[in-house]
């Protein structure tokens, strides 16, 4: 996140709110980035992976939701960042209730969220289109490139969205996956947010290195690790069921 511009004449109540909310933004965002780290590392199921994964509900929840809020009020207002809030706070939030409400229980809060996820894959097409119709090809200092991941990410979502409605819910491997994908998406755009968007913290040496590269890497590695161990998983049990199965 940019600095907070804040009029010089401002009383100091305003001074302290604007510096309480960008620490606050950057605390969650750190709190988030160890706690979606810890989440990988602990065994899924445990109590410290629970744990962990609580922890990294509330900060991301906590960041995103004031990075969306802060970012058309910045001297420069920043559209994508508003984007990259919403999905990331919907991400979260969607990916935390799959794994915690019934199966089987769908109600407002899911066409909530159908609707969520439809606005975020317009708004990412409308902001690439304003990018293209720029003569520098960018928006708000964003290349059009930068909102194709919120049309991909989102159309994704939305489709999960409207299966999950359309068939009452999601169980078994599709829960999992619909969890895992969700929540790790959303780290890997909290990290990005760091290490690409906020290169200018790092030593130059860091920088010119390509290293800030490695942790998006790494995360898009894990998940599609753990996408093809869950699949592969309900295959195998699938398969079990299948033989056992008298003919």
């Known amino acids: 996140m940019t600095i907070l511009y804040v009029d010089p004449g401002s009383s100091v109540l305003v001074h302290v709110a604007a510096a309480a909310v960008l620490y606050l933004h950057i605390g969650a965002g750190s709190v988030g980035l160890l706690s979606g780290v810890a989440a990988f590392v602990f065994r899924k199921g445990s109590e410290l992976h629970r744990l962990a994964g ?9 960041m995103s939701g004031i990075g969306a809020c802060v970012a058309p009020f910045l001297p420069t207002p920043e559209r994508a960042s508003v984007v990259a809030g919403v999905l990331t706070f919907y991400l979260v939030l969607t990916s935390w209730t799959a794994v915690k409400r019934k199966a089987g229980q769908v109600g407002r ?30 928006l708000d200092g964003q290349p059009g490139a930068a909102f194709v991941l919120f049309v991909i990410v989102g159309s994704v979502a939305a489709v999960g969205d409207l299966r999950l409605i359309l068939n009452r819910g999601v169980t ?19 990290a990005n947010s760091l290490f690409l968007g906020q290169q200018q913290v ?3 040496a860091v920088r010119d290195s390509g290293a800030l590269n490695a942790p998006a890497l790494l995360i898009l590695a894990l998940l599609v690790y753990w996408l093809c161990h869950v699949g592969y998983g309900a295959y195998r049990r699938k398969r079990v069921r299948h033989v056992m199965t008298p003919s």
């Open 54 to 62: 609580k922890i990294f509900v509330v900060a991301m929840m906590m």
């Open 172 to 190: 078994g491997a599709t829960r999992v996956a619909r969890h895992l994908w969700r929540m790790t998406v959303a780290f890997f755009i909290a």
């Open 109 to 138: 809060f899911d066409y909530g969220v159908l609707l969520t996820s439809m606005g975020i894959t317009i708004a990412g097409t409308y902001f690439f289109w304003l990018a293209g119709q720029s003569t520098t090809g960018k």
């Open 202 to 204: 790092f030593p130059k």
